[in-house]
């Protein structure tokens, strides 16, 4: 049986080679054409099949600090962007403590680049960015602290961890974000909009 190593593939169509040895691995990157068709077809699918949220980020340059402490007196933030994101099912638990009872949630959102790379947002998300998803009557008691029952409110969430997700082939280039949220009854997410302590 011949030898058949990877130069004798025909991948033009799809990828670029750049390390094509015969005695070594080749490596293949994507053409930018099908970096665009892994783009349209992430942000179609997450169009379809995803929610509705809004997006706050906080302006580091304009935000008002203590000069000795170097805390936050006043936080500026730009927003709310509404992205379609999919959002993996919230889980929540309990805590009971000498304080008090505490409930905290803890997920997953998934916003393609795509999207924030054509909305107004100056930067890519990062971590102590605010979340809102699920405005909706169901999650009403659950908003703006516990047992307030406010209106569409919805639920408020912390970034508290932000990377890119989905590189096609094990490729540098990503196709989404993925961000880790979690939300404290104790301290909620929508104080810190309100500039509140």
Not at 74 to 86: D, H, N, T, V
Not at 149 to 154: D, Q, R, S, V, W
Not at 155 to 174: A, K, M, R
Request: with cysteine.
């Amino acid at each position: 049986m011949a030898r058949r190593d990877c130069c004798d593939l025909n991948w033009k169509d799809f990828l670029v080679r750049t390390n094509c040895n015969p005695k070594d691995a080749c490596t293949f990157e994507l053409n930018k054409e099908c970096e665009e068709l892994f783009d349209i077809w992430n942000e179609e699918h997450t169009e379809v099949a995803g929610t509705d949220i809004d997006y706050w980020i906080q302006d580091l340059v304009k935000t008002k600090r203590d000069p000795l402490y170097n805390e936050p007196t006043e936080r500026i933030w730009a927003g709310p962007f509404r992205f379609k994101a999919l959002v993996k099912l919230p889980q929540n638990e309990y805590e009971a403590r000498e304080e008090g009872a505490r409930e905290l949630w803890t997920g997953q959102i998934f916003i393609p680049r795509l999207a924030i790379e054509n909305s107004n947002m100056e930067q890519w998300p990062k971590i102590g960015d605010v979340i809102r998803i699920w405005s909706l009557p169901f999650y009403d008691q659950d908003a703006m602290g516990v047992d307030q029952n406010i209106p569409n409110a919805g639920l408020y969430f912390d970034v508290i961890q932000t990377q890119g997700e989905g590189h096609p082939l094990d490729n540098p280039s990503f196709t989404r974000f993925q961000l880790d949220v979690k939300r404290r009854t104790e301290f909620t997410p929508e104080r810190r909009l309100l500039n509140q302590t």
